[in-house]
């Protein structure tokens, strides 16, 4: 059974930045695409950023240039380095990984940001 673990959220001030890490247990995850999705109070979930197991990414319209994703196989790692922090990043992060019918999530780790 595959298990996500979420670290690094917190509070921090406009501007500023964070680094999520993501720690995966229980299978290589090398050859899944994973990400980062986050969820504001009262709206839906909403993907943030994607890898794939080639190291292809992609970023949300409203991330892009601040956010950076990466991933290290060996480690079965994922990261997402959030730099320019707005109040409208704040949201609950979950990292998950997905291949075929498999998805896994994480139980989330909270980003705020304070203006």
Do not use: H
Request: aromatic share 10%; proline share 2%.
């Amino acid at each position: 059974q595959v298990q996500l673990v979420e670290s690094g959220g917190g509070l921090v001030q406009a501007g500023g930045s964070l680094r999520l890490s993501c720690a995966a247990s229980g299978s290589s995850l090398s050859s899944y695409t994973m990400g980062w999705y986050r969820q504001a109070p009262g709206r839906q979930r909403e993907l943030v950023a994607t890898v794939g197991g080639g190291a292809r990414t992609n970023y949300a319209d409203s991330v892009e240039g601040r956010f950076t994703i990466s991933r290290d196989n060996a480690k079965n790692m994922l990261y997402l380095q959030m730099s320019s922090l707005k109040p409208e990043d704040t949201a609950v992060y979950y990292c998950y990984a997905n291949q075929g019918l498999r998805l896994y999530w994480g139980q989330g780790t909270q980003v705020t940001v304070s203006s």
